[in-house]
């Protein structure tokens, strides 16, 4: 059986149910069904054969997804781009060696081309020889050059076709990120409902989530901050929503604890996740918790010397533009650092965002939960900086609702944060900044 029918019977055994709503209207199962059968239509007639390297360049809409399904089902390799990465499209397609480009826009093909490019890389042949249908993922570069994750979709598909909740879920994570695939895979494979977003901004997903009674939000800690800054809450009606899941970089206290006391009956829970490994099934010890339980079937944890390692049935194949960054015996180092308490883990954070003052460990996202609990601050970025004595110091961006100089801005700032962080921690150079410090993503930017 290939990888993608246990999906194709949900998708012919729930006809009637609503898959996806799109600017406002809803497309059932039965025309999800029957878009996958036509583009499998299109891409014969097209002429991309299986195992060809095809980059899919749309959002969230039922074409996109159709379209997606249809390439899986044809054991092609699959490069998601979204606008998002629409500078580096053109130097992705080549690392990529992308054959073929089918770009959406509105829902509808606004280009079908080929690259003419060659596929040489041993890890795409390999797919090509196995007849796998193949995924490449790009990681958000945050910290350097975007690197090209290859994965197999046979083990990745795998973990879908055990039954879980029927849930209608909004899509926040993007098309091209491993989250954003991981939320539409499970929606589908549990005749779930995709909900769509043309915005990715508070009143926009809060609106939604009114109009469609939306049950789960996959978001980042970034996005549930804004949405408590923009009180967009206050606005629309969420009692639908039931569960929040969050995850792509650590959650600040502050944050959380906010969260958690103004919706007491929304469940929070922390995924962990990564574009090498795929999303580890969690448990959050509680609500208010930033103690996770990350693992389960096809996935095993360990800690070596403070950090998070990995080894996943469904971990990728390797980069495309990078060494392997597996052990021998096959196990992932994520790089991040945690705390360990029984089978709990607390992320604390990058290794290589720590910033060290005099010997001293700090992690941004310790003060940024301060600063960002403050009056009239609405984001908080924070990272080291070179210093002559100390080796380091603490910097600070800071994005404000008020209008202070910076001057008393530091006066107030350096009395709140006197009562809650050691001194080393406070942030000796702020800088007051009027663009937003996240990506796209969502995510921070340090």
């Given amino acids: 059986m290939h990888s993608l029918e246990n999906l ?7 006809p009637e149910k609503e898959a996806v709503i799109w600017q406002a209207r809803a497309y059932r199962y039965a025309w999800l069904y029957d878009a996958v059968s036509r583009w499998g239509v299109f891409l014969e007639k097209q002429g991309v054969k299986p195992g060809s ?23 092609c390799i699959v490069v998601p781009l979204t606008a998002s990465v629409e500078v580096k499209k053109s130097e992705f397609r080549e690392i990529a060696q992308v054959e073929t480009v089918i770009g959406l826009a509105d829902g509808e093909i606004s280009q079908i081309r080929r690259t003419g490019a060659r596929v040489e890389h041993e890890l795409l042949l390999r797919l090509r020889l196995e007849q796998h249908p193949g995924l490449i993922l790009f990681s958000s570069g945050s910290t350097g050059k975007s690197k090209a994750v290859v994965h197999d979709l046979v083990p990745l598909l795998e973990k879908f076709t055990l039954p879980r909740k029927t849930l209608r879920t909004i899509t926040f994570l993007l098309f091209d990120h491993i989250g954003g695939i991981n939320t539409l895979l499970y929606s589908l494979s549990n005749a779930g409902c995709v909900v769509t977003v043309q915005e990715r901004l508070p009143d926009a997903v809060c609106a939604e989530i009114e109009r469609h009674k939306v049950q789960l939000l996959p978001t980042s800690p970034t996005f549930l901050n804004l949405l408590l800054v923009s009180e967009a809450y206050r606005r629309h009606d969420l009692s639908s929503l039931e569960l929040v899941t969050y995850g792509t970089e650590v959650m600040p206290e502050s944050t959380l604890k906010r969260f958690h006391e103004l919706f007491p009956k929304v ?4 995924t962990y996740g990564l574009s090498e490994v795929g999303i580890l099934r969690s448990t959050s010890r509680s609500s208010d918790s930033l103690w996770v339980k990350v693992g389960g079937d096809g996935f095993q944890t360990r800690v070596v010397d403070g950090m998070l390692e990995i080894k996943a049935k469904s971990a990728m194949l390797g980069y495309l533009n990078a060494a392997s960054p597996f052990t021998a015996d096959g196990w992932f ?11 709990y883990f607390r992320i604390l954070g990058r290794k290589s965002e720590l910033i060290n003052v005099g010997g001293e460990k700090v992690y941004p996202v ?15 970025s924070v990272k080291g900086e070179s210093n002559p004595i100390t080796g380091q110091i603490v910097a600070a961006r800071v994005k404000l609702r008020t209008n202070e100089t910076v001057s008393e801005f530091r006066n107030r700032m350096f009395a709140y944060c006197r009562e809650r962080l050691p001194r080393f921690k406070i ?18 930017l340090r």
């Fill in 8 to 14: 194709m019977n949900v998708l012919r055994a729930n």
């Fill in 53 to 75: 390297v095809v980059s899919v360049e749309a959002d969230f809409s039922p074409n996109a997804i159709g379209l997606l399904l249809a390439l899986i089902r044809r054991s």
């Fill in 267 to 270: 469940r929070l829970l922390q």
């Fill in 333 to 343: 180092k994520t790089g991040d650092v945690v705390e360990v308490d029984g089978e």
């Fill in 366 to 380: 310790e003060v940024e939960s301060v600063l960002q609990a403050m009056e009239g601050v609405e984001d908080a």
């Fill in 427 to 444: 942030p000796q150079k702020v800088f007051l900044v009027s663009e937003e410090i996240h990506g796209d993503r969502f995510k921070k």
